[in-house]
């Protein structure tokens, strides 16, 4: 049974740090790429970072760059946003997601597997 559990959500002040964290079991997470998205309420999917297989590359939306970091460790089957510097504007329901190719990450259909997301709210 494939899960992918966020994690680490929460309430925090604007100028603030969390740090996400997905667990993954029941497929070979080591041959997938995992992605973080985002949603705000009435708000689209939107992407947000995405790492490749091996860790190697690191992919990043504009509003995420120099803010947000993602790492993984396939050791740990879990994958990672670290997030500083928050704004209200990054308030959403984030959401990890695995596919199985490189390649195409901003394309939610892409993706094999979702995770059931977790809360983020940043306030003023």
């Known amino acids: 049974q494939v899960q992918l559990v966020e994690s680490g959500g929460g309430l925090v002040q604007a100028g603030g740090s969390l740090r996400l964290s997905c667990a993954a079991s029941g497929f070979a997470f080591n041959t997938y790429a995992m992605s973080w998205f985002r949603q705000g309420s009435g708000k689209e999917r939107e992407f947000v970072a995405a790492?490749?297989?091996?860790?190697?590359?690191?992919y990043y939306w504009d509003f995420a760059k120099g803010r947000f970091t993602i790492s993984r460790d396939n050791a740990k089957f879990t994958v990672y946003l670290q997030m500083s510097d928050l704004k209200p504007e990054d308030t959403a329901v984030y959401f990890c997601?695995?596919?199985?190719?490189?390649?195409?990450?901003?394309?939610?259909?892409?993706?094999?597997?979702w995770g059931q997301g977790t809360q983020v709210t940043v306030s003023s």
């Open positions: 997601a695995a596919k199985r190719l490189s390649g195409g990450y901003y394309d939610t259909s892409l993706y094999a597997y």
């Open positions: 790492i490749r297989s091996t860790g190697d590359s690191t």
